[in-house]
């Protein structure tokens, strides 16, 4: 069987015309190389997957349940380490970090979407998306008042999680994940609870990411609706990732 670590798609070639500034700016913000993932030495989930997300570049993970995009992109993201490979977060390696290490990877270089929005229940909106920079000991003030505008969600500032929509919800998660000014955002299955409606507002607020929070965008689903927004698609099967045209 071909491995899947014998293709790259995205290999850094495809950049060989460019100046070495151009390099630089290009340099994929996620690169995972071969990476391989079995839990508890049963069959192997992830077989050598590659993949190199460049700086705002929206990627699809699709997949049927079970085929492995909740563990990659755990792996991507530094919640999980995979058995084999290597994956560089903004050029920083981080499969082999420590916890304490990867917890301030996942606070300051990585925001995460998941299905259920995981909003604090007993906060409101506005102290949601305060919540990653009050963790990094940042000033919020400012970077909570331009999220909110900007993800239209000032009006539902002073609510709580359970007295908005779903769809709202997922707004503010997007936000949320963008606190710290990550460089890539992790989106497992976002809009399975949503309907239409709710799954066009999460891919507006996925774009408003790349374009104004200069965020680069996984998405794992297997929801064929989510297509579109400029992304580059792939397909997990098997345990390999291939590009899908
Ligand atoms: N923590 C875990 N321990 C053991 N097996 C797991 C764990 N997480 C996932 N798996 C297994 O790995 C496979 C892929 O799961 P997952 O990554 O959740 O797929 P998907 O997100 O595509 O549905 C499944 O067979 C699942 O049972
Ligand atoms: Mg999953």
Request: net charge neutral.
């Amino acid at each position: 069987m071909v491995r899947q670590s014998e293709h790259r798609p995205r290999g850094p070639e495809c950049f060989s015309q460019q100046t070495p500034m151009d390099r630089a700016m290009a340099d994929p913000v996620v690169r995972a190389r071969d990476l391989w993932k079995s839990y508890d030495g049963r069959a192997d989930v992830l077989r050598g997957v590659d993949l190199d997300v460049a700086p705002t570049e929206a990627v699809l993970v699709f997949g049927p349940n079970g085929s492995g995009k909740t563990t990659l992109l755990s792996i991507l993201g530094g919640l999980d380490v995979p058995s084999r490979g290597s994956v560089t977060i903004g050029g920083r390696e981080i499969s082999r970090l420590k916890e304490s290490a990867l917890a301030k990877i996942r606070l300051h270089d990585v925001g995460f979407v998941f299905q259920t929005h995981n909003l604090i229940d007993d906060l409101t909106v506005e102290e949601n998306v305060a919540l990653p920079l009050r963790l990094a000991r940042k000033p919020s003030d400012v970077r909570v008042a331009d999220l909110l505008a900007t993800f239209q969600l000032a009006r539902l500032a002073t609510r709580r999680p359970k007295e908005i929509s779903v769809g709202e919800a997922q707004r503010v998660a997007v936000a949320r994940a963008l606190a710290n000014g990550p460089k890539v955002i992790l989106a497992d299955e976002p809009t399975a609870a949503l309907d239409a409606n709710g799954t066009t507002a999460v891919l507006d607020a996925f774009s408003l990411a790349r374009t104004s929070y200069q965020a680069a965008l996984v998405v794992a689903t297997h929801d064929a609706d989510v297509k579109g927004f400029g992304a580059t698609s792939y397909r997990l099967d098997d345990g390999s990732l291939t590009a899908v045209p």
